[in-house]
């Protein structure tokens, strides 16, 4: 009788250690799956589904982003000024020199980004009242990053490795590809590059956003050929 409560005893225990050893293993997979570029990609795309600022902004470091949006786009167009002219010779704001253009947009990207953050703000709280006259522009941006949110998905294409749990980064290839509306075809397609860094925690945050500097066509030309489309729709000619 001894002998059977031993041999039930010691299969209680064994059963318990499996059961504390899987839970470990399960535990042990969802912090590696949490400390990933492609768990931190996942929640951004939840939080831009379920509109949540907070969640967004935890895998997001949104005054990053724009920042490096900014110098990017700052870089591209007065590298490509003389080109864009060729391009667009009736846009009066290509007929500057790079020096210009460097300038005047480094002028101005303190007042942008507080106007893109404003933006942001307005796009998940879409209950949200104006009450300056920077938050109805920030308010009129938002209602538009919503019609076209309506209209493209985006999908990760390529990206450098980061599964090991050493490695500081991860760059994404993203594709924005829109449909066959009016606000779709703007843009039929454009790639980016998405930059992510692993934080403190070890998880990953987005960092940066690049536009693709290739002339092709999912390039730097089609995203300013989509802007032109943009001001001739919007009756800003």
């Not at 900014?70 to 020096?99: K, T, V």
């Not at 308010?139 to 990053?145: I, L, N, V």
């Amino acid at each position: 009788m001894k002998k059977k409560y031993l041999r039930v005893l010691a299969g209680l225990l064994l059963i318990a250690a499996l059961t504390a050893g899987l839970f470990e293993g399960w535990q042990y997979c969802q912090y590696r799956k949490a400390r990933t570029s492609a768990y931190a990609l996942e929640q951004i795309a939840a939080a831009l589904t379920a509109k949540d600022q907070a969640l967004f902004e935890e895998f997001v470091d949104v005054d990053g982003v724009l920042l490096s949006m900014h110098r990017n786009a700052a870089g591209l167009l007065s590298e490509h000024m003389n080109a864009l002219h060729e391009r667009y010779p009736d846009d009066w704001f290509f007929r500057h020199d790079a020096a210009f253009m460097q300038r005047y947009m480094e002028e101005r990207r303190a007042r942008d980004i507080d106007a893109a953050r404003r933006m942001i703000d307005f796009y998940f709280d879409e209950h949200r009242m104006p009450v300056t006259r920077a938050d109805g522009a920030a308010r009129w941006g938002a209602d538009e990053m919503r019609a076209f949110a309506e209209h493209y998905t985006v999908r990760a294409k390529t990206y450098m490795r980061d599964d090991a749990l050493e490695s500081g980064g991860a760059t994404y290839t993203a594709t924005v590809a829109g449909d066959d509306s009016t606000y779709g075809r703007l843009l039929p397609a454009g790639d980016f590059y998405l930059l992510l860094r692993r934080q403190e925690d070890g998880r990953f945050r987005l960092v940066g956003l690049a536009v693709r500097e290739d002339a092709d066509a999912h390039g730097f030309y089609p995203l300013v050929d989509a802007v032109e489309r943009y001001w001739a729709l919007q009756g800003w000619n």
